[in-house]
């Protein structure tokens, strides 16, 4: 059985061949460690090297969301009893159906055992990619789903606290234990709130 080189290796040598190291505008704007991050860094690279970012990104999102509802791609992905070169090769025919970068992620992952962590590697590339366009994570839990107006005056002043250049992504959700309160997480910070002092206490935050 023909050993599967890594891919990150092979996107090593690759770079290897033209440059000692991977040009600044092509590396992650964030480090994250961890096998997960390696495949995701790898990733990374090659599609923007490829100017396919966008595109690589929108295939392993539809990928990983397919990998969470019964299937034969989620079969494949988690079955054990799936010989490790049939993973191989059914990675390698979906030629037709994926960019390179996307699909060579795959094939290398199924060659090294690893395929089943392929939505952690999913996520651990979006956190790539919300760096790159600048975006923070937000989110609002309240009893019930806010006003319009409530929800807009909790966005101003969530954005008004990131840096210039940052967006705040809102993941607005509600949870009825959370009795005339309001929880607001923006980046690592969190806090619980009454909805009445919400923006005052919003106000005082700052995202790095």
């Given at each position: 059985?023909?050993?599967?080189?890594?891919?990150?290796?092979?996107?090593?040598?690759?770079?290897?061949?033209?440059?000692?190291?991977?040009?600044?505008e092509?590396?992650?704007?964030?480090?994250?460690?961890?096998?997960?991050?390696?495949?995701?860094?790898?990733?990374?690279?090659?599609?923007?090297?490829?100017?396919?970012?966008?595109?690589?990104?929108?295939?392993?999102?539809?990928?990983?969301?397919?990998?969470?509802?019964?299937?034969?791609?989620?079969?494949?992905?988690?079955?054990?009893?799936?010989?490790?070169?049939?993973?191989?090769?059914?990675?390698?025919?979906?030629?037709?159906?994926l960019?390179?970068?996307?699909?060579?992620?795959?094939?290398?992952?199924?060659?090294?055992?690893?395929?089943?962590?392929?939505?952690?590697?999913?996520?651990?590339?979006?956190?790539?990619?919300?760096?790159?366009?600048?975006?923070?994570?937000?989110?609002?839990i309240?009893?019930?789903?806010?006003?319009?107006?409530?929800?807009?005056?909790?966005?101003?002043?969530?954005?008004s606290?990131?840096?210039?250049?940052?967006?705040?992504?809102?993941?607005?959700?509600?949870?009825?234990?959370?009795?005339?309160?309001?929880?607001?997480?923006?980046?690592?910070?969190?806090?619980?709130?009454?909805?009445?002092s919400?923006?005052?206490?919003?106000?005082?935050?700052?995202?790095?």
């Amino acid at each position: 059985m023909q050993r599967v080189q890594p891919f990150v290796q092979r996107v090593s040598m690759s770079v290897a061949k033209r440059s000692f190291s991977t040009p600044a505008e092509h590396k992650p704007l964030i480090t994250l460690h961890g096998i997960h991050a390696r495949y995701a860094n790898a990733t990374y690279v090659a599609a923007s090297k490829a100017g396919k970012l966008d595109n690589v990104e929108a295939e392993l999102k539809g990928l990983a969301a397919a990998a969470g509802k019964p299937g034969a791609w989620k079969t494949l992905l988690e079955n054990p009893l799936i010989a490790r070169q049939a993973k191989v090769d059914a990675c390698a025919k979906l030629d037709d159906k994926l960019s390179p970068v996307t699909r060579n992620l795959l094939v290398t992952m199924a060659g090294n055992a690893r395929l089943a962590d392929l939505p952690k590697v999913v996520s651990t590339f979006e956190q790539l990619m919300k760096a790159k366009r600048g975006e923070v994570d937000a989110k609002i839990i309240s009893a019930e789903p806010l006003s319009a107006a409530q929800l807009k005056a909790v966005e101003k002043a969530m954005a008004s606290q990131v840096p210039k250049g940052k967006k705040v992504v809102i993941q607005a959700v509600t949870d009825p234990s959370i009795v005339g309160g309001l929880q607001v997480q923006i980046g690592d910070q969190f806090l619980d709130l009454s909805v009445k002092s919400r923006i005052e206490e919003i106000s005082t935050m700052s995202v790095d």
